[in-house]
């Protein structure tokens, strides 16, 4: 089944950063996005993700042309089916980490999975205030907060950037056993090579042009 189709999206800012994008995702498919800084990878999962608007283009998310939505039909979309994991990490900073779990629990009505802690390694920390933890495991938080709601899309900005290359490998695995366990699917920005590479398909951003080379 098809989750995410973009057709021909171009955008601009001061310049224009990229033209004639298009591509597809599926059920139990993993994207990586690579591309040098400023070439406009985390403007892409912004416009793949409804938080933006493409100058030209379409986007259609699970048979359903965002463009058309009104600003709450988008939002529950959002909610419900988008699992957004951004560079910074966004997590309340006056709560605990559980408490952060919690928050996404009551939004999405599933219960934290106690097994997705145990994988991310972050139960011992778990009851710690976000202030008080390592850039890694809030990074690692951040990820459990968004598979709690079990999303169907996940849009992932180097959402191992702060890991060392073990812990980052195995948080990728996680990702693709969720999403193969949940007919899901996800797109990923990343700089690391080995990582896009354990990806379906692989896509660079390159001359304002978005080139498959897998
Ligand atoms: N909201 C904005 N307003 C104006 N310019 C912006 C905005 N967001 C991004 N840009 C510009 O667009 C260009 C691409 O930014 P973007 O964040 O998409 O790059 P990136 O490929 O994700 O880079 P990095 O690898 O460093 O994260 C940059 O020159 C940036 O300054
Ligand atoms: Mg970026």
Redesign the pocket.
Known sequence: MNLLSAQNLSHS???K?FSNVSLDLYEKESIAIM????????????LLSTL?KPDEGTVTILGKDISGMKTKESALLKRNKLGLVF?SHYLFKGFSAYENLEVSEILSGQKIDDSLLQKLDIKECIHQKVTQLSGGQQQRVSIARVLTKKPTIIFA??PTGNLDSKTAQEVMKLFFEYCEEHQAGMIL?T?DNHLANMCDKVFE?QNRELKRIK
């Open positions: 800012f001061e310049y950063l591309g040098m800084s400023g070439s406009g990878k985390s403007t892409l999962l912004h933006l560079q900005d180097e920005v700089h951003l």
